[in-house]
């Protein structure tokens, strides 16, 4: 079995990126820039955006965090991200989510430049992903898609079935996987017979927060399964597959933590340099 190394493979990328964003210095004179807005202090999104800023500095991109406190009013936000648009020294914006109630996340989401939406989220990118145009994409998937090119970089007929059909993970990993011509089925809490659907897969994608749903019995022999859930648990932190079991039958295995987690970080600083040469042409 391939245990999939997920801190491997972004460190891997981050040393592209690195030596990227020198190339880019040296043609641009300048380099790009990502900036994260961070509203309230919940712990896990301090922790997530503590992990961006440090990565993109590692990287040699310009990173900036701007913080606003629980009660920050909704237009002070939008207002921002208007300023943020017209800056030509910020090639991403990205608004951590979750947000307070009283901030309508689709108001700010269509708000944020789709040229410089590093997240991939706004209708203009999720839109031109589905029709097969050039967009930014969601993160999560991207490091996703890169890890199973990895292991298989031919994806030809291959039947893919995602677990979970949210807009931030199963349907941007079916479009990609489509684009790569498998056969996608996504899968999610009404699906009649989720075992069944899973044992015809290739390849399993599973985003669906329930810890250890993919059983070893679910999954065909010499399947690639890719697990990104974050479930805390008594036993502390599991992913959406039931790990020690199913790494006796599958070909090979995200762990988590370790495996999607370290890839989104390094998939957001490969988005804001894709943002960034983008405008420059
Ligand atoms: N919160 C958790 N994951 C994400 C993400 O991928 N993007 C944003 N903007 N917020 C998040």
Redesign the pocket.
Known sequence: MILIDGKKAAAELREELKKEVSELKTKYNKVPGLT?ILIGDMA??QI?VRNKEKSANEVGLKSEVIKYPEAVEEKTILDKIEELNNDETVSGI?????LPKHIDKQKVIEAIAPSKDV?G?HPMNVGNLSSGYESSV???PLGCYLMIKKIEPNLNGKKAVMVGRSN?NGKPMAQLLLKENCTVTITHSKTKDLKAECLEADIIVAAVGIPELVKADWVKKDAIVIDVGINKTDKGIVGDVAFEEVSKVAKALTPVPGGVGPM?IAC?LKNTIECFKRSQR
Do not use: E, G, I
């Open positions: 994260v896990p999104s997530y990205l608004v951590q989510l979750p997240d989220f969601p993160c999560t931030l989104t957001l």
